[in-house]
């Protein structure tokens, strides 16, 4: 089994679970980009058109739905499971069952804003994926991302680590990338913002995440 055929059967089985699991605030990057969101919003930018990647049950689509109320929204997951939520939470939103990989290569709109929230720590070609992605963001448009931060990398530029499969089935592959090599993959791009913050506990330790702002000049 193939790290997207990993994913896709992990994230089917959590669907019905996720939204009570991550309630309480045990899953925050969100509460994150709704404060970016805010701070571009107030800054009077505009967006029209926003694509979010790894959509899962809508709460990243939920928060750009509060933070832009007529934009009109795009957004995919690998699981089906899961987006059937994200269809109930904001139902004007055009959804699609896709890999990240193979939707950014297809693109052929560009966007206002592009968010990838909790997803991208399981895609192991992000490197080449971002640059196609900056070419389908719009002047004067905005990447905001996570990724799981990488600490005590010890010098490394990048990390993997084999997250154990659920019965019986094959880990998944989360990646880790220096914060420098995710700008340089962002051609045209600049830093406007970078958080670091817990995520989310893992067998009771802190995950730590980084979320980029990113804007194209
Ligand atoms: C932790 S959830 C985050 C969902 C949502 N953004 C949120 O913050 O609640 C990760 C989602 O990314 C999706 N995902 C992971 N790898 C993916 C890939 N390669 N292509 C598309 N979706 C992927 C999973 O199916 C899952 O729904």
Known sequence: MDQTEAVRRYFDAQADSYDEYTGDGAWTPNQYLAGVLDTLAAGQVEVRTALDLGAGTGQTLEVVRAAYPQARLSASDLSAAMLQRAALRVPDAHLEVADISSHVARLTESFDLVTAIGCLELVGDLLTVLPR?????????????????????????????????????????????????????????????????????????????????????
Not at 189 to 199: E, N
Request: hydrophobic share 40%; net charge positive; aromatic share 8%.
């Open 133 to 217: 992605l900056m070419r389908h963001v719009n002047p004067g448009g905005h990447v905001a991302l996570t990724t799981q931060a990488l600490i005590d990398g010890q010098g490394a530029e990048h990390a993997s680590t084999a997250l154990a499969g659920a019965d019986g089935d094959a880990p998944r592959w989360c990646y880790s990338w220096s914060t420098a090599q995710l700008l340089r993959a962002l051609p045209g791009g600049q830093l406007r913002s970078s958080h670091l913050f817990t995520a989310y506990h893992r067998a009771g330790k802190p995950v730590l995440y980084e979320l980029l702002l990113i804007g194209k000049g």
